[in-house]
């Protein structure tokens, strides 16, 4: 058997270990992607078999989209990151950012890019049983004050019902973060294609208040659950209804019982002042003193 001459491979090692140390030092050197801000953003889920399935809407600013067209990558980063049960579909274009085991974030490059701004992607979301009564909402909202629209309409006629409280407001057939201006609700639609409907299935949001939150966390309503609930409330004001013509009836049965006695004292007054009355007074006064003379 022939020998492989030392020296050619000594330096065939010699320049793979060149080769290697040149693209490790050019990984090391490479900039990570510059994180960017979205302008709006619209989060739809559908209701599958064993959760449910996010649609996203990403809409870039005008920088981000002008670098992403010219094949410069910008990296998105989560209000929060998601959870185990949640897991973004893997497409072209997007790259999961994975810190600590969880996902916070999305590199986007040139691939993702589908719709002049916009950057559309998928999320599924599993939902452990139907008993579930409370469900985080999954949600990838993007950090910062950009605002950003959550239908919680899931099909079906099942909802995702929010509690309002210190950073979301219940609005007539809305829900919002406070000082969410008609304008900036209208830029987020037009942004992303949304179709607002008097339902009270929107809920606009923002990143910053959703971190501070630690997350959004909703009830699975369904038509039933409202239906029961609208029940109880019609009951309650039954109740009141009734229990108000209640004290109605006696406030009623008082004022009649003080008029009917007025009007017998108004009576018994003016019959005072009839001269019959009077003699048929002093005819008892008479016989009540001639007795006392006998």
Aim: net charge neutral.
């Amino acid at each position: 058997m022939d020998r492989i001459p030392a020296r050619p491979f000594a330096v065939r090692l010699f320049f793979v270990v060149l080769l290697a140390l040149v693209a490790f030092a050019a990984s090391a050197d490479a900039e990570p992607p510059r994180e960017t801000a979205i302008s709006a953003a619209l989060f739809t889920p559908v209701r599958v078999q064993d959760g449910l399935e996010w649609r996203i809407r990403w809409a870039l600013t005008p920088e981000a989209a002008h670098d992403l067209a010219e094949a410069t990558p910008r990296a998105v980063r989560f209000a929060v990151p998601l959870a185990a049960d949640e897991m973004l579909e893997s497409t072209w274009g997007i790259t999961p950012i994975v810190e600590h085991g969880a996902v916070v974030g999305v590199v986007l490059d040139q691939a993702g890019l589908t719709d002049g701004r916009v950057v559309a992607a998928s999320l599924h979301q599993r939902i452990a049983s139907e008993g579930v009564r409370e469900v985080r909402v999954g949600a990838p909202v993007v950090a910062g004050s950009a605002l950003q629209i959550i239908d919680a309409d899931v099909g079906g006629g099942t909802r995702l019902a929010i509690e309002p409280g210190r950073l979301l407001e219940k609005r007539v057939g809305f829900m919002a973060s406070p000082g969410a201006s008609p304008a900036a609700r209208e830029e987020a639609r037009r942004l992303t294609g949304y179709v607002e409907h008097l339902s009270g299935a929107a809920v606009y949001v923002r990143g910053d208040d959703v971190k501070t939150l630690g997350g959004l966390v909703a009830a699975l309503e369904t038509p039933r659950a409202r239906a029961r609930g609208g029940v109880i409330g019609i009951a309650v004001l039954f109740a009141a209804v009734v229990l108000a013509l209640g004290v109605a009836m006696r406030r009623l049965r008082h004022a009649a019982g003080v008029e009917r006695a007025d009007a017998i004292l108004a009576a018994e007054v003016d019959a005072l002042g009839d001269p019959r009355a009077l003699a048929a007074v002093d005819a008892s006064a008479a016989a009540a003193a001639s007795r006392g003379d006998r």
